[in-house]
């Protein structure tokens, strides 16, 4: 069965920075594409960012320029580099494998103003 496990959540003041792993088994990320998406309380799920096969990244505008997607394909595992992190980001994490039912189970990141 295909298991995701993210981890690098926490708690940072604003205009600090995090890094997100998540850790794929039993599917290779090199061959599939890999987003990340948050929810926060009370609204939608929402893609943040993605990266595919062929290494094309895409950004969600509210964190083009301050969030990078990237990849191990050594440890099979995709990253979110999170800078110049607002309160707005706080939400928790999720990655997932394309377009398929397999997703993470969340890591919570928390930015205090």
């Known amino acids: 069965q295909v298991q995701l496990v993210e981890s690098g959540g926490g708690l940072v003041q604003a205009g600090g920075s995090l890094r997100l792993s998540c850790a794929a088994s039993r599917i290779i990320i090199s061959t599939n594409a890999m987003y990340w998406y948050r929810q926060a309380p009370g609204k939608q799920r929402e893609l943040v960012a993605g990266i595919t096969g062929g290494s094309n990244t895409n950004y969600a505008d509210s964190v083009k320029g301050r969030f990078t997607v990237s990849r191990d394909n050594a440890k099979n595992t995709v990253y979110l580099q999170m800078n110049s992190l607002k309160p707005a980001d706080t939400a928790i994490y999720y990655c997932?494998?394309?377009?398929?039912?397999?997703w993470g189970q969340g890591t919570q990141v928390t930015v205090s103003s």
């Open positions: 997932r494998v394309g377009a398929t039912n397999y």
